[in-house]
């Protein structure tokens, strides 16, 4: 039973590295502009670790951290001025719910959010996984989240749950960070094979 190859031991392993991963992954974001950084980490960790069973938790997190930090930091830091620009929109404009043109700003501010959340998710993830310069990295985003629009409305749903359950039930931020970056990753995987080539067995490369 206590066997390192069994398929209860790789369930306790893995799980435990859903905790640490998680637990970084918490700490790493309070500074809310290292939030690019921890997610890119993660999401890379949950594809090399987790899935493909290489490497370790903590150092493939923290060389990834400081890998990816420098490109995420000016994307979080647009993100962060876009999400206060559009959530402050929908807050005035909801005190207005009577006016026609308010309801207009309400519904484009809604779905501005909902495109920026789906780019964040594929640009922290592509940031994590390859080496792309600041070009590439903006073609692949916009072709993602505007060409799988079913996928990204499946990713914006783990995503919101994922949230839902952290709020509700706080100690299961313990487990649901790297758990639905790791069910994310069953759907983005074979999304980024579309546009990138690269092998099951080089975590990096280039397009």
């Known amino acids: ?35 690019g950084a921890s997610s890119a980490a993660l999401y890379h960790t949950a594809v090399k670790v987790i899935r493909q069973n290489r490497g370790y938790a903590f150092a493939t997190f923290r060389d990834s951290f400081k890998g990816s930090l420098r490109q995420t930091f000016p994307f979080t830091v647009l993100l962060v001025l876009v999400y206060v620009l559009f959530g402050a929109t929908c807050y ?30 594929h640009g922290f993830a592509l940031s994590g996984r390859f080496r792309l310069n600041r070009r590439e990295l903006f073609t692949l985003i916009v072709r993602l989240t505007f060409r799988h629009p079913f996928k990204n409305f499946l990713l914006i749903c783990i995503f919101v749950f994922a949230v839902e359950l952290a709020i509700y039930y706080p100690p299961l931020l313990f487990i649901i960070p790297a758990g639905s970056f790791w069910l994310s990753s069953f759907i983005q995987e074979p999304l980024f094979k579309k546009y990138i080539n690269y092998e099951e067995d080089n975590d990096i490369s280039a397009v």
Do not use: E, H, R
């Open 92 to 121: 005035v404009c909801w005190q207005n719910p009577d006016s026609i043109i308010a309801g207009i700003y309400v519904f484009f501010s809604v779905f501005s959010i909902l495109v920026c959340l789906a780019a964040q998710i």
């Open 1 to 35: 039973m206590f066997n390192q190859d069994s398929t209860l031991m790789t369930i306790l392993n893995k799980a435990a590295d859903m905790v640490v991963l998680s637990v970084l992954w918490c700490l790493c974001s309070l500074p809310i502009l290292t939030l």
